[in-house]
């Protein structure tokens, strides 16, 4: 699987959008964008994947790049709640094991 | 709550004894995985089983840990002979499997500290 590199931490003010890069240069043509959360003392929680085109749900956007070298996930507005560890993750399947790297920690900021 | 529950939440051993994790995963789920996460880490590969099958062993995993999932419903974890290296976060995950969706959904996990 191909190797991603995130900032270590960044700041967001409650309210406002917290958008989280991730560089994914070696990515292949079919492995996918994924990112997870972990909020303290919990297991990991799936927020949302791409392939290609970017993609929206409940809890977040995702961007990529045209050349698929990097990405960024967009939570539009965000909250206290949203504090936790953002990991991004490149992967033939999401059904097989994943490879966590050590994440962005995001802090939202009242 | 996803679904995926884990037994016990906390374990605290001495050096030297066993010790065993449970992980129910949801119950349509058909694969399973383990997972090992230290402080300031993020999570780690251990092992995965397809129904009863376990399908891949990371390297990580050495030869004082042991993974089943005998009916292909819960699985364990044991642990021989635990060093204070073993103490650790203990995850487990389930998924659907190549036919279901694409994500993983995880425990609570289990917090192992070895004294």
């Known amino acids: 699987d191909a190797k991603t590199t995130q900032p270590t931490s960044m700041d967001c003010a409650e309210g406002r959008a917290a958008n989280l890069p991730c560089n994914h240069s070696t990515i292949s043509g079919n492995e996918y964008v994924y990112w997870y959360r972990q909020i303290h003392s919990q297991g990991p929680q799936y927020i949302i994947h791409g392939l290609k085109n970017n993609e929206t749900n409940e809890m977040a956007s995702l961007i990529i790049t045209e050349d698929r070298k990097s990405s960024t996930l967009i939570l539009p507005h965000a909250t206290l709640r949203d504090t936790a560890v953002y990991y991004c993750i490149v992967t033939y399947s999401g059904n097989t094991p994943l490879v966590f790297g050590k994440g962005t920690r995001l802090s939202v900021i009242a | 709550d996803t679904g995926v529950s884990q037994d016990p939440r906390h374990k605290i051993t001495k050096r030297g004894q066993n010790v065993t994790f449970r992980c129910d995963p949801i119950?349509?789920?058909?694969?399973l995985y383990w997972y090992r996460q230290t402080l300031g880490q993020g999570p780690e590969f251990l092992t995965y089983?397809?129904?009863?099958?376990?399908?891949?062993k990371s390297r990580l995993l050495s030869d004082r840990f042991s993974a089943e999932r005998p009916k292909g419903s819960f699985s364990t974890l044991e642990i021989q002979r635990t060093e204070q290296g073993d103490s650790a976060m203990y995850l487990c995950?389930?998924?659907?499997?190549?036919?279901?969706?694409?994500?993983?959904?995880f425990g609570p996990g289990t917090r192992l500290t070895v004294t």
């Open positions: 119950s349509e789920h058909n694969r």
């Open positions: 089983f397809q129904n009863e099958a376990q399908l891949e």
């Open positions: 995950a389930s998924s659907e499997g190549l036919a279901g969706g694409l994500e993983q959904y």
